[in-house]
């Protein structure tokens, strides 16, 4: 039965708080972990959907080594997808571009994947960098391309919304060209098809295949967690309240909400208030939107081989689309789910993201449709949809945004991310209050393997003689 004093108590059961809290447990700790949501997982949120299953949130492992998400995977041994995210590219004008084009879009976007990773010697925005860079490229390696204007800003496009999509930012001069993100080896594009992400968490908890779960782990759902008050007298107990008025008390408490929701609570969540390191950590750090539509069909009507679709929008195209629905164009691509094969993905983000969010969800089908007619319909009519889904990790009070970025405007103070790690302690310097979660990263933040990461350092903090 649920005690009222834990070794430790995990807020926010994602990827971090599951590991903090499994890593505990498995050494044999009393632990309660507390989730506001009906569920385990997070910004991990796999449903049921079209014929199978469909991620809302994280979709893929992005690498294979050093990464816990693959281990746990293979240790299970289900067969894994490995999804090429080679682009199948669809023009506005609804022309099928050849093969020799194909490529060089792959090319062009290949080279700025690479920029990604590049680290120059100065900061300044990431699409400023990206633009001559790119320019540079075309100019040694396809001359002839740079005769046609508008195709050189609809590749520069496809890239800024590539970008966009992968740090969840409305601009991509909002991004640091010096940004930390460092992908691990491997591939980059595993998917759990049609077990679900969800599998991920089963297996940490101990509940795959019908498992027991883990002796001395308690969990409570649905319960939000208002107010931590961590004591500076050692011998004073943390205590941890929740909405519906409960108190919990614990030796010491992980907290691994997201930044998005720590902006907006951290002045009453904590209690005394957090240290000024702390505050500017929280106030200048940048989480950004990314979401979903996932649209459903009686059948699948695109192209089997392929995975990844991406759109080129030509400029008297766009000029024709109302600023009504200024969204649609820009949506990056579609993808395949591999759990359901007959959903396609949709992907969108930023200041987009958020306002698609609450738009109604039969105008956002209706264009949706329209949108893949004009690019992908060439010769056939795309059928009415069977289902929709739009991801809201924004409107969602519990993540208020989709994953954090290195943003151009923190470039300039460093250590960020290590200050939102630092623990909180007591006056004998024992750690009360631990951080954790994907922002906490500095180079594997966005993803589901980093919040692991994060999760099992701060579990590794707790646990004597254990190399953190
Ligand atoms: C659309 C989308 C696609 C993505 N795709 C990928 C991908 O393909 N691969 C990849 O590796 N990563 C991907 N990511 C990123 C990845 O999902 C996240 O980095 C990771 O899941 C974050 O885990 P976390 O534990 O840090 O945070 P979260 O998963 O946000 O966990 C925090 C938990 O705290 C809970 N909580 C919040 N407030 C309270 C409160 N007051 N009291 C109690 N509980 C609270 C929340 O409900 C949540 O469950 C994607 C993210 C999104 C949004
Ligand atoms: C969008 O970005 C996220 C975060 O980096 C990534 O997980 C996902 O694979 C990207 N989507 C596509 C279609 O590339
Ligand atoms: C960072 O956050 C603090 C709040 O602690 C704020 O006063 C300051 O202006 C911010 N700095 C920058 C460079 O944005
Ligand atoms: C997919 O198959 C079609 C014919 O079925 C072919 O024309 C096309 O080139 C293939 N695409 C890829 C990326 O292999
Ligand atoms: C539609 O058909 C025409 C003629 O058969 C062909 O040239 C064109 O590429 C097709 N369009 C698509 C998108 O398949």
């Not at 010096?178 to 098809?193: A, F």
């Not at 720590?262 to 990314?290: C, D, Q």
């Not at 924004?394 to 939102?420: E, F, K, V």
Request: with cysteine; glycine share 8%.
């Amino acid at each position: 039965m649920a005690r009222s004093h834990y070794e430790t108590i995990v807020i926010g059961l994602g990827a971090a708080g599951v590991t903090a809290a499994t890593t505990l447990a498995k050494a044999g700790r009393v632990v309660l972990g507390i989730e506001a949501q009906g569920r385990v997982g997070g910004r991990v949120n796999t449903v049921l959907f079209g014929n199978g299953v469909v991620e809302v949130g994280a979709e893929w492992i992005h690498g294979e080594s050093s990464n816990r998400v693959y281990d746990v995977a293979l240790q299970i041994k289900i067969p894994m997808g490995l999804q090429s995210a080679e682009l199948n590219v669809f023009r506005s004008d609804g022309q099928l571009p050849n093969k020799e084009f194909q490529a060089i879009v792959n090319e062009i976007l290949a080279k700025g994947m690479d920029l990604m990773e590049d680290v120059p010697h100065k900061s300044e925005p990431f699409g400023h960098y990206a633009v001559r860079k790119l320019r540079e490229y075309i100019q040694e390696n396809h001359p002839e391309l740079l005769n046609d204007e508008d195709l050189i800003d609809q590749l520069i496009e496809l890239f800024e919304l590539f970008s966009n999509n992968h740090s969840a930012s409305n601009n991509w001069n909002d991004l640091d060209s010096r940004d930390r993100y460092t992908p691990v080896d491997g591939h980059q594009y595993i998917s759990w098809h049609k077990h679900g992400f969800k599998t991920f968490f089963e297996v940490m908890l101990n509940t795959y295949n019908n498992g027991p779960g883990l002796p001395t782990l308690d969990i409570k759902l649905d319960t939000e967690v208002i107010q931590i008050y961590w004591p500076e007298h050692p011998n004073e107990k943390v205590t941890v309240t929740t909405k519906d008025g409960s108190v919990v008390t614990a030796d010491n408490v992980i907290i691994t909400v997201s930044l998005g929701v720590l902006k907006e609570s951290y002045k009453t969540l904590f209690s005394p208030r957090l240290p000024a390191s702390k505050v500017t950590a929280i106030e200048n750090m940048s989480i950004g939107v990314m979401d979903k539509i996932i649209i459903s069909f009686q059948h699948s009507w695109w192209p089997k081989n392929v995975t990844f679709f991406g759109f080129l929008w030509r400029g008297e195209d766009r000029r024709k689309i109302g600023r009504e629905d200024y969204w649609i164009t820009r949506i990056y691509g579609a993808t395949t789910p591999m759990g359901s094969n007959n959903a396609l993905t949709l992907w969108t983000s930023g200041e987009v993201a958020k306002m698609v969010e609450l738009l109604p969800e039969d105008l956002v089908k209706r264009k949706c449709v329209q949108l893949l007619q004009m690019f992908m319909g060439g010769n056939i009519t795309i059928p009415e949809p069977t289902g929709i889904i739009r991801s809201t990790w924004y409107s969602n009070p519990y993540t208020r945004g989709s994953y954090s970025y290195d943003s151009i405007y923190s470039a300039t103070l460093t250590g960020l991310r290590a200050d939102l790690a630092a623990p909180l302690t007591d006056n004998s310097g024992k750690p009360r209050v631990l951080f954790a979660g994907e922002a906490t990263d500095d180079t594997h933040f966005s993803t589901v393997h980093g919040a692991c990461d994060t999760g099992h350092r701060e579990a590794m903090r707790l646990l004597p003689g254990s190399k953190i």
